[in-house]
């Protein structure tokens, strides 16, 4: 394993930089110039209406979504596209996957692989994409898989499994690319509410070791308790930001204000 | 008895099958021994050993081929999608027995011999610059080419891969879009996301449909006789039904391979569709299948 630290020595470089980034999915103009910066180590809550944009925000990070305008760099590095002479031209295919590579993503509904065993979720991409041995992905599996707390789950498929079991299983894969930011789609919307605490836990306890962390969720009090910065998106903007305890009690824009007198 | 009606139909039943027994028994046009003795001959089981072979091959090259052009259909490229959903309308609209005696003359447009690849229109090129010449890479013997099994192997896989472009199509386009976002999401490319994540799960819908296929093309090859291939079981087993004038036997002894050899690929079927639907047992219970997610995912 040669990257036994996902984040190599701050490099004073910011993990991910936004800047006026627009995306519209036809017509429509989803994000109306983002501009923001996460440092390496942080937690930034990420939250907002429904329609908001918020997730395609962060879709856009990791390149599943392109954008429209402006830049998007993550690690100092231009995300899926290169500029020349003032234009931005899409990198090749090969390109993009190596950079997706280290950015682990976890979806609302979890997105495994149903043919596929807990351990073979989390290795298929470290032995196809980064040619790891079977053996070294499988300890290191294991290893994942024992620290979201599944490791008597090893060798179920996702259909015998709880949804919170198998989001855990979900952040087990993204992590076993040894990613050096994590972006988090709502992570615990789709499970039912008895649930929500064990993905919540295993995601604590990564920000407390100090991965880089964009999340979208509805969960306040996890904003409040590991979030550095607390992000409100409404209708593609950024309309207020600042440390989540601020925002919770003195929000700023009337906009914030009524979002949460609504869901707190 | 409480439902009279089953059991009528039961007694229908049982009479209509005690009738058809006696047919069999008391009329002296089956010739059973007959049957048996010339039903295993060696010209028929070599006919056997033809028809086998010929659906194996046509359905492993028509899957491949329908795969290819299932992925084309489902390519951005308008080109790419346009000739395959041009493929899949002409073959899938003209009759195999017309595509296969179609195949069969091919020879007529190769008449000097040689299927020539190369430059398209270049001695016509040439000549607008006065010289003489070609450029053509290299040349098949349209003989052999086109000869009774090839031509006909070439029949079956062209028709048959424009089926099973559009039910590779419809298993690939059953794939949660979820799951090639995952896979890209980690940094899988294209071609192994199709091959590793999305084609193992759309074989579930797949298979059962190319069950029917292989089973179709195995009755199918019997149409190769219009090329014509004659070392075929249809065309051996009628061989000596007209050599012997005993023509019902042999007809009943076609059946009776034809059954069998399905019976196989039956077998065949059960073991494949069980192999790829692990990971789905569970969901049969109250296990909630998870619901496909759009595009863009549930909210934004």
Redo the contacts between chains.
């Keep these: 394993m040669t990257d036994a630290d996902p984040r190599p020595a701050t490099t004073g470089v910011p993990m991910v930089v936004a800047e006026a980034v627009h995306k519209s999915?036809g017509h429509l103009e989803?994000l109306k110039g983002i501009d923001l910066v996460v440092e390496r180590g942080q937690v930034m809550v990420v939250v907002g209406p429904?329609?908001?944009?918020?997730?395609?925000f962060l879709?856009c990070i990791?390149h599943?979504e392109q954008i429209n305008a402006g830049r998007l760099w993550v690690d100092g590095e231009l995300v899926g596209y290169r500029e020349h002479g003032g234009k931005l031209h899409e990198l090749p295919?090969?390109v993009i996957?190596?950079q997706?590579?280290?950015?682990?993503?976890v979806?609302?509904?979890?997105?495994?692989?149903?043919?596929?065993?807990a351990l073979q979720n989390v290795v298929?991409?470290p032995m196809?994409?980064r040619n790891h041995k079977r053996a070294d992905a499988e300890r290191r599996g294991r290893a994942l898989l024992d620290q979201v707390g599944l490791a008597a789950k090893v060798d179920s498929?996702?259909?015998?499994l709880s949804g919170g079991q198998q989001q855990r299983v979900?952040i087990a894969?993204?992590l076993a690319?040894d990613p050096k930011l994590m972006l988090f789609?709502?992570p615990t919307?789709?499970l039912d509410p008895e649930l929500v605490g064990e993905v919540l836990d295993v995601m604590k306890d990564l920000a407390r070791q100090g991965m880089t962390m964009i999340v979208v969720t509805h969960e306040m009090g996890f904003a409040r308790e590991v979030g550095n910065e607390l992000v409100f998106m409404d209708e593609g903007v950024v309309v207020e930001r600042g440390r989540p305890a601020d925002v919770f009690t003195r929000p700023q824009q009337e906009r914030t204000k009524s979002f949460f007198s609504k869901i707190l | 008895m409480r439902h009279p009606g089953r059991w009528v139909g039961v007694g229908v039943i049982g009479v209509l099958v005690a009738m058809f027994v006696h047919l069999l028994v008391t009329n002296d046009a089956f010739q059973w021994s007959f049957m048996v003795d010339n039903m295993f001959s060696e010209p028929i089981r070599e006919g056997a050993r033809t028809t086998i072979v010929l659906t194996v091959l046509s359905m492993v090259l028509g899957v491949l081929l329908g795969i290819v052009l299932a992925v084309m259909r489902l390519s951005p490229n308008k080109v790419l999608s346009w000739s395959a959903w041009v493929y899949v309308w002409i073959f899938r609209s003209v009759p195999r027995l017309v595509l296969l005696v179609l195949a069969g003359n091919l020879g007529i447009i190769f008449a000097n011999g040689q299927i020539e690849f190369g430059l398209p229109f270049d001695r016509q090129l040439l000549d607008l610059f006065g010289v003489e010449g070609d450029a053509r890479i290299f040349g098949l013997d349209s003989r052999e080419v086109l000869s009774g099994f090839s031509a006909a192997l070439i029949g079956l896989v062209l028709s048959e891969a424009a089926y099973m472009a559009e039910i590779v199509r419809a298993g690939i386009l059953s794939v949660?879009s979820?799951?090639s976002?995952?896979?890209?999401?980690?940094?899988?490319?294209?071609p192994?996301t199709l091959r590793?994540?999305v084609l193992?799960?759309a074989m579930r819908v797949i298979l059962p449909p190319t069950g029917n296929e292989t089973i179709a093309m195995l009755k199918d090859t019997a149409l190769v006789v219009a090329v014509p291939v004659s070392n075929e079981l249809f065309f051996q087993l009628q061989a000596v039904g007209s050599r012997t004038f005993q023509v019902f036997p042999v007809l009943v002894a076609a059946c009776l391979w034809y059954i069998a050899l399905t019976s196989v690929l039956l077998v065949g079927q059960h073991f494949l569709e069980k192999r790829?639907s692990?990971?789905?047992?569970?969901?049969k219970q109250d296990?909630p299948v998870?619901?496909p997610?759009g595009g863009?995912?549930?909210?934004?």
């Design positions: 999915f989803v429904s329609g908001s944009g918020k997730s395609t879709r990791n599943l295919e090969k996957a190596r997706r590579a280290s950015i682990g993503m979806f609302q509904r979890f997105n495994l692989f149903p043919h596929l065993t298929e991409a196809r994409v498929y996702p259909g015998e979900a894969r993204a690319m789609d709502e919307s789709a | 949660d979820g799951q976002e995952a896979a890209l999401a980690l940094g899988m490319n294209r192994l590793r994540i193992p799960q790829f692990r990971g789905f047992g569970a969901r296990q998870p619901v997610v863009m995912g549930g909210a934004t």
